[in-house]
């Protein structure tokens, strides 16, 4: 209840609302839920900046078989049209791991990619499931990926397939009550003004290859990653070691 009480304000609140609607009828509806909250200022916080200090490895023993472990990347948000280049660039290395972890060599249950934005970071991660036995094959791989993202241009297929990926979802969501509701309070809340389906497609196709490796290569830096894992009781590598493998790789 205590946080409760201390972040959830009406200042810090936004109402979104998609479909066959009437404005007045909403209002009226959701007003007095609305200005039940408290009205105090916006709690205060450090915004993360680029000279932040990261967390290098976090861990956690289980009494388990497999992994779970999350490589995580810090990037400051600067509202310069950063969303399309993250996530074309999701599109592609999520692709690029599941091929080579995956489908080639079958080295792990699970393993992608996702971002998650707040108001002041947008947090890159990888996620994998793994037998304890491929940890370390897997996250090595994964470092690679990530270096090749850094040191090549995406290939002009990729980029293409991943624009088109990304424009047709765009048109999809355009079709979905829900989907619209969710973007109208996305681009409400991260840019204060929304962004039309046409001028996000133009965003989009505006990106080139070289802007991703120059995005990639900001990103992806031994000293802005984070290595989480949930590792068996039994595992005979340790911790730091997994997060200087992973470390060499990005190098």
Do not use: W
């Not at 909250?37 to 861990?59: G, I």
């Not at 049209?81 to 079958?106: E, P, T």
Request: proline fraction near 4%; include cysteine.
């Amino acid at each position: 209840m205590a946080f409760h009480d201390r972040h959830y304000m009406a200042k810090g609140a936004l109402f979104v609302a998609a479909g066959n609607l009437n404005h007045d009828q909403i209002v009226d509806m959701v007003s007095p839920a609305l200005y039940s909250l408290s009205d105090r200022p916006e709690t205060p916080y450090r915004a993360a900046s680029r000279c932040q200090a990261v967390t290098p490895v976090v861990f956690e023993d289980r009494n388990e078989t497999r992994v779970k472990f999350r490589i995580l990347f810090r990037s400051p948000n600067d509202d310069d049209g950063r969303n399309a280049r993250f996530n074309i660039l999701l599109n592609i290395l999520g692709s690029r791991l599941f091929q080579a972890v995956r489908r080639k060599r079958g080295l792990a249950y699970s393993i992608d990619s996702y971002i998650l934005m707040y108001s002041d970071v947008t947090v890159f991660k990888v996620n994998a499931e793994v037998d304890v036995n491929n940890l370390a094959k897997v996250i090595i791989l994964c470092g690679r990926e990530l270096r090749k993202m850094v040191e090549t241009p995406v290939s002009n297929r990729e980029l293409k397939h991943a624009k088109n990926c990304l424009i047709n979802g765009e048109l999809l969501d355009g079709e979905d009550s829900y989907s619209r509701m969710r973007l109208l309070g996305h681009f409400l809340r991260r840019y204060g003004s929304v962004i039309t389906t046409a001028e996000m497609i133009k965003i989009y196709e505006s990106v080139t290859a070289q802007e991703i490796q120059q995005f990639a290569a900001e990103i992806f830096r031994p000293e802005n990653c984070s290595l989480a894992m949930l590792l068996p009781n039994d595992c005979q590598v340790s911790p730091e070691k997994l997060r200087e493998l992973l470390g060499n790789e990005l190098q």
